[in-house]
């Protein structure tokens, strides 16, 4: 996906509505262990993982914000988009969410958080899953310093043909401003370890996160 198209995506709600969220149990201090074994990256040998059949169980542990709601969102390429898009929600309970998705739609998938409370969103913007920032290896932890001081990222999970997947999501909220320049919490959301992603689907990040008010494709 360019730039340019996100861009205008998420130009109604100003570079504030990328990512904002206030709300209790988001933003625990990223790094704390939680004495369950690091996921590997969830990805396969296959090139093209849109042919597989049947389904794959996605297990998620997400650090940092108990009670957000995890969407899975498949749209279909530009040039093929879908009838309807396909999503399946969880939400996270005792640091983990579990999603059965379509092993085909795997590939060009992405992911966002949303709370109950309506609070995980700014002007209608919602977090999206950084899946892997470009300078950042396959399989690598990133510290939420690191996250916080990358320009790009991707979002479009490469996808898997698996029955089943793992991947660990941390969070972390920190001090924006909005359009107006009016101070508000914001969130960003990013894979640890980095996943496999699509390759060019590099979009600018706002504070190392990705937000969309719009489906997206990959």
Known sequence: MSNLRLRRALLAGGVAALLTVSVAGCGSTPGTDSGSPTPSPATSESSSPTTASG?????MSVQGCEGCTITAIQVGPKDNYLPTPFTAAGNVTSGQVSLTVPTKYTKGMYFTA?????????SNAQPVVVMRYPDVAVGADVSDSVAAAEKSASMCWAGTTESSAMMALTTTTFAGKDAQGNPLQSMRIWASPQQE??????????EGGLGA???LHC
């Open 114 to 122: 949303t709370c109950t409370t309506g609070q995980c969103n700014s």
């Open 55 to 59: 389904n794959t169980m996605l297990t």
């Open 213 to 215: 008010q719009n489906y």
């Open 197 to 206: 992603v699509v390759p060019g689907t590099d979009s600018n990040t706002y």
